[in-house]
């Protein structure tokens, strides 16, 4: 999870699926930390650097989501465990491009209940979980 110095989320609109927003996700490479492999996510996903972000928590254990059944597949699999982190974006909007990274087609600050309306159902758990644990640092 990124948020910017008022509290905003960073949500991403995927380019796959219009109107269907979500955060920075990923998958660790082989023998990758967590950590390690969030912060390539999000330069891979969005083109924000490292030194664009402050680490200011994370979730204390792994979170899980269940694919729907029609949208498993060989390469997504039954669903996902993930590692969260909060960052605070200290850097220039300017800087933020999801376009190359071809799975977003645009972002935008939110308001964490906004883009916790715009996610897929089976994702919305999961984020009810991130806001209760880093509900002080939201808008």
Known sequence: MIINDKGLVLGLERADIPGSWQMVQGGLDCFEEPLTAVLREITEETAIRDSD????DSYPEPLVYELPAKARSKMTGRGQVQFWYLFKFIGNDQLIDVINGGEFRTWKWLDFHILLAE???????LYRKLAVRFQQYLA
Not at 53 to 56: A, D, G, Q, S
Not at 119 to 125: A, E, H, L, S
């Open 119 to 125: 996610v897929v159902d089976f994702r919305k758990p």
């Open 53 to 56: 972000l402050e680490l200011i």
